[in-house]
């Protein structure tokens, strides 16, 4: 009997610390981005506009924040036309110049009184580096589209609790835990 008792113990610690380990592994963090939507920039040398650049933004939402603001990366495609045109004015070549530009750490906030089925979500005047010149964005907004996945779903739910002036510490919390992969996927 004294035999098999330790390797029962043994037996139930590593189911244990297999099971913690797999719980530990389920939870992924599940960011949501946005359709790319259309945004007109301008490419400037110092002072001096250039020309306008045509690409498509998406914002990848990272963290919802108590000040009905939401954190995040911006994403800006910008299409071969208009690589070759900015290669051009920096004089490099069009390998200098990448397809997909990235900004971390933008904040983005809801346009007044927002709703479903359309969320707007806008952004103050940034600029962004590319190939030694600079793309100024002015104000501009991106999407969320009502959807049945749960990022969308929370927004519409803090959007309808901030129009009509109700708490929303709840639904931030929800949605922090789902961007951080501490809730279940079930039905997303």
């Not at 708490?167 to 079930?186: F, H, K, L, P, T």
């Amino acid at each position: 009997m004294k035999s098999s008792s330790p390797r029962w113990v043994l037996t139930l610690l590593v189911l244990i610390v297999a099971n913690a380990t797999g719980a530990a592994q389920a939870k992924k963090p599940d960011p949501f981005s946005t359709t790319p939507k259309l945004v007109v920039t301008k490419l400037k040398r110092g002072d001096a506009e250039l020309v306008e650049v045509r690409g498509k933004a998406s914002f990848t939402i990272l963290a919802a924040n108590s000040d009905d603001t939401m954190s995040g990366t911006i994403s800006y495609a910008i299409p071969d036309d208009a690589r070759k045109e900015i290669a051009k004015q920096a004089n490099k070549s069009l390998t200098d110049v990448p397809a997909t530009l990235t900004q971390n750490d933008v904040v983005a906030n809801f346009q007044k009184a927002t709703a479903c089925p359309a969320v707007h979500l806008e952004f103050s005047p940034m600029d962004m580096n590319v190939a030694g010149l600079m793309l100024h964005f002015n104000r501009f907004v991106v999407d969320v589209n009502e959807s049945p996945h749960k990022i969308p779903t929370l927004i519409c739910v803090w959007t309808r609790q901030i129009n009509n002036g109700k708490a929303r510490r709840g639904v931030i919390r929800e949605m922090n835990d789902y961007i951080n992969g501490e809730n279940s996927r079930e039905g997303n």
